[in-house]
């Protein structure tokens, strides 16, 4: 059973016009129809205003479809009975860490969740101590959240999430205010969750690099999915990503722009190493001598 | 137009077993003109630094000067300060509050006590200078996307039209058309205006492309200052103090250790694409 389906997912919100009185309709999903399975690795692209954020909110029924059906592990969220069972199975991670944080103590923070589905406190310390061990911030379970890094907040964010024993998490530009180290160690605990811990990621990113390390990219456009397959697919189309507001990574752009120049190069390169052991084996086959 | 922090320094809890030292006595200038970046972990002290600059955050030692004269001295305008050093701050969601975007956008230039016609006009360009259409206008800040939201908040701070802007952050959240636009009209602001910017961000890439000089911070330190190239010839202790370096510069320092004699010194990816192809051609005509 697919994680995540949706069926001609439609959601409307409305603005007032200028006049203040009248009502302006605007329409953030056009029927979006979508499947997770299990364990993949998604991550959805798209220009500012295309719908992710409405489409991630809809994951753990933040929001309910104006039109069409959304099933989580084959819950409708619209059943509002099935909220709790919803919300534990679809966990999300916010852009900014500082408004997901609620408590004074790490560890007390990742407890919040589980206390308050009416985890056994026993069960409770057992849920947060592996979410902390999960993420590698068990060493920091009885500091104050405010003394820790952007990362290592992010990452207190995770566990947080991690201790509902989710299936699938939906990760909102969730890297987007970190220092490098700290996207670099948020990325790391998102690969090892989908790897180790079987969980379905979604990753919502304007980082072209990140996305690289999915196994999918979703591209949303004016509400609705316009492109879908593997990094090296969709990074082959660097003119189709331009149309829809998005580029390819520098690594792309390089290689790219090399083979336009005649270097024998594949399309959609998305990885460093592997351009680079390209360009070596080139060198070597042009004869040149190892430095 | 010249800002200069002269040996300015910042403690937080100062006097308590708490006491942190968020900025060590720091001494920077930045004029029209230029391109400042200034990078470092989370906690560094970039963001204290950021707000000493429009005179937000008093520093506990040293000064600030803007075109010589004190900014903390008493009697200097700082209310008219804010809209010769324009900052934009990290979450643009606490900059916007205004019921739609156009009124936003002229808050500061009304502000300024410039008459209606200029505000509204200046508010017009500045938001075509981030992207946003007139459809735009009539919205309420508050229904915008995380993107749109920092794009407003920019424009806002651009309709002041500041002699230095300092931004914070300016492309997270931005889509890559967006983040592209913006960093173009930075350019644009810098070389038309002859606007002075400090930048803070966390893109190596963009900083890359950028600047005209970085300074580096590191726990209220400054341990670095130089030109793009200067400092990320310095790879090993960017990563020590959570750093990195731009993408192209990566590839050029794995294909060197592979054994292919490049230069790693290349920032974008013209300069990368022109150093791989001088070397593959070199080893190609010794071939022949």
Same mark, same amino acid.
């Given at each position: 059973?697919?994680?995540?389906?949706?069926?001609?997912?439609?959601?409307?919100?409305?603005?007032?016009?200028?006049?203040?009185?009248?009502?302006?309709?605007?329409?953030?999903?056009?029927?979006?129809?979508?499947?997770?399975?299990?364990?993949?690795?998604?991550?959805?692209?798209?220009?500012?205003?295309?719908?992710?954020?409405?489409?991630?909110?809809?994951?753990?029924?933040?929001?309910?479809?104006?039109?069409?059906? $959304?099933?989580? @592990?084959?819950?409708? #969220?619209?059943? !509002?009975?099935? /909220?709790?069972?919803?919300?534990? =199975? &679809?966990?999300?991670?916010?852009?900014?860490?500082?408004?997901?944080?609620?408590?004074?103590?790490?560890?007390?923070?990742?407890?919040?969740?589980?206390?308050?589905?009416? $985890?056994?406190? @026993?069960?409770?310390? #057992?849920?947060? !101590?592996?979410? /902390?061990?999960?993420?590698?911030? =068990? &060493?920091?379970?009885?500091?104050?959240?405010?003394?820790?890094?952007?990362?290592?907040?992010?990452?207190?964010?995770?566990?947080?999430?991690?201790?509902?024993?989710?299936?699938?998490?939906?990760?909102?530009?969730? #890297?987007?205010?970190?220092?490098?180290?700290?996207?670099?160690?948020?990325?790391?605990?998102?690969?090892?969750?989908?790897?180790?811990?079987?969980?379905?990621?979604?990753?919502?990113?304007?980082?072209?690099?990140?996305?690289?390390?999915?196994?999918?990219?979703?591209?949303?456009?004016?509400?609705?999915?316009?492109?879908?397959?593997?990094?090296?697919?969709?990074?082959?189309?660097?003119?189709?990503?331009?149309?829809?507001?998005?580029?390819?990574?520098?690594?792309?752009?390089?290689?790219?722009?090399?083979?336009?120049?005649?270097?024998?190069?594949?399309?959609?390169?998305?990885?460093?190493?592997?351009?680079?052991?390209?360009?070596?084996?080139?060198?070597?086959?042009?004869?040149?001598?190892?430095? | 137009?010249?800002?200069?922090?002269?040996?300015?320094?910042?403690?937080?809890?100062?006097?308590?077993?708490?006491?942190?030292?968020?900025?060590?006595?720091?001494?920077?200038?930045?004029?029209?003109?230029?391109?400042?970046?200034?990078?470092?972990?989370?906690?560094?002290?970039?963001?204290?630094?950021?707000?000493?600059?429009?005179?937000?955050?008093?520093?506990?030692?040293?000064?600030?000067?803007?075109?010589?004269?004190?900014?903390?001295?008493?009697?200097?305008?700082?209310?008219?300060?804010?809209?010769?050093?324009?900052?934009?701050?990290?979450?643009?969601?606490?900059?916007?509050?205004?019921?739609?975007?156009?009124?936003?956008?002229?808050?500061?230039?009304?502000?300024?006590?410039?008459?209606?016609?200029?505000?509204?006009?200046?508010?017009?360009?500045?938001?075509?200078?981030?992207?946003?259409?007139?459809?735009?206008?009539?919205?309420?800040?508050?229904?915008?996307?995380?993107?749109?939201?920092?794009?407003?908040?920019?424009?806002?701070?651009?309709?002041?039209?500041?002699?230095?802007?300092?931004?914070?952050?300016?492309?997270?959240?931005?889509?890559?058309?967006?983040?592209?636009?913006?960093?173009?009209?930075?350019?644009?602001?810098?070389?038309?205006?002859?606007?002075?910017?400090?930048?803070?961000?966390?893109?190596?890439?963009?900083?890359?492309?950028?600047?005209?000089?970085?300074?580096?911070?590191?726990?209220?330190?400054?341990?670095?200052?130089?030109?793009?190239?200067?400092?990320?010839?310095?790879?090993?202790?960017?990563?020590?103090?959570?750093?990195?370096?731009?993408?192209?510069?990566?590839?050029?320092?794995?294909?060197?250790?592979?054994?292919?004699?490049?230069?790693?010194?290349?920032?974008?990816?013209?300069?990368?694409?022109?150093?791989?192809?001088?070397?593959?051609?070199?080893?190609?005509?010794?071939?022949?």
């Amino acid at each position: 059973m697919a994680v995540i389906r949706t069926e001609n997912l439609i959601y409307d919100f409305t603005v007032p016009d200028p006049d203040g009185e009248t009502e302006q309709k605007n329409r953030a999903l056009r029927g979006l129809d979508l499947s997770v399975e299990p364990g993949e690795f998604v991550a959805i692209l798209g220009r500012n205003g295309s719908g992710k954020s409405t489409l991630a909110r809809h994951i753990n029924a933040l929001l309910t479809p104006t039109e069409g059906t $959304v099933w989580i @592990e084959g819950m409708n #969220t619209a059943d !509002e009975d099935k /909220l709790w069972n919803i919300r534990t =199975a &679809a966990g999300m991670v916010f852009q900014n860490p500082d408004n997901q944080i609620v408590l004074t103590m790490v560890e007390e923070d990742v407890g919040f969740g589980p206390e308050n589905i009416g $985890v056994p406190t @026993e069960d409770i310390w #057992t849920r947060v !101590e592996n979410a /902390l061990t999960k993420v590698g911030m =068990a &060493a920091y379970a009885k500091t104050a959240p405010h003394r820790l890094s952007g990362g290592q907040k992010q990452r207190v964010a995770i566990a947080g999430v991690l201790a509902m024993k989710p299936r699938c998490i939906v990760f909102d530009e969730s #890297t987007s205010m970190l220092d490098p180290r700290g996207r670099e160690e948020v990325l790391t605990t998102v690969q090892e969750l989908n790897r180790q811990e079987h969980i379905t990621v979604l990753l919502i990113t304007h980082h072209m690099e990140e996305a690289a390390l999915a196994d999918r990219l979703l591209i949303m456009d004016r509400g609705q999915l316009v492109m879908d397959g593997t990094p090296r697919e969709i990074f082959s189309r660097p003119e189709a990503l331009r149309e829809r507001g998005l580029t390819v990574p520098p690594v792309t752009a390089l290689a790219d722009a090399l083979r336009h120049r005649g270097i024998p190069l594949e399309k959609g390169i998305c990885s460093e190493e592997v351009l680079a052991e390209a360009l070596a084996r080139q060198y070597r086959k042009n004869g040149g001598q190892p430095a | 137009m010249i800002l200069r922090l002269e040996q300015v320094a910042y403690t937080y809890e100062a006097g308590t077993p708490m006491e942190t030292e968020a900025l060590k006595p720091l001494s920077l200038t930045v004029k029209s003109g230029e391109i400042l970046a200034l990078i470092g972990s989370t906690g560094s002290g970039k963001s204290t630094l950021i707000q000493m600059m429009n005179g937000l955050n008093r520093p506990m030692s040293g000064k600030v000067f803007l075109d010589d004269q004190d900014i903390f001295a008493e009697g200097y305008d700082r209310r008219q300060l804010r809209s010769r050093v324009g900052l934009v701050f990290q979450y643009p969601e606490y900059q916007l509050f205004e019921s739609d975007i156009l009124k936003d956008i002229c808050f500061g230039p009304k502000n300024q006590g410039l008459d209606e016609e200029t505000c509204l006009k200046r508010a017009r360009a500045a938001m075509a200078a981030v992207g946003l259409g007139p459809e735009y206008e009539t919205r309420s800040p508050f229904d915008l996307s995380g993107g749109e939201k920092r794009r407003a908040a920019i424009a806002g701070v651009l309709a002041m039209e500041p002699g230095i802007l300092v931004v914070d952050e300016p492309v997270a959240g931005l889509d890559p058309e967006g983040r592209e636009e913006l960093l173009a009209e930075f350019r644009r602001l810098r070389e038309e205006k002859g606007m002075g910017i400090v930048i803070v961000s966390h893109s190596m890439d963009d900083v890359a492309s950028l600047a005209d000089r970085i300074i580096v911070l590191s726990s209220g330190e400054a341990v670095m200052a130089g030109t793009p190239r200067e400092i990320f010839a310095r790879g090993d202790e960017l990563t020590g103090l959570g750093l990195a370096l731009p993408a192209v510069t990566r590839i050029l320092i794995r294909l060197k250790e592979k054994g292919v004699p490049v230069n790693t010194d290349a920032l974008t990816v013209e300069e990368a694409e022109a150093e791989i192809l001088r070397v593959l051609s070199a080893s190609d005509d010794q071939k022949k």
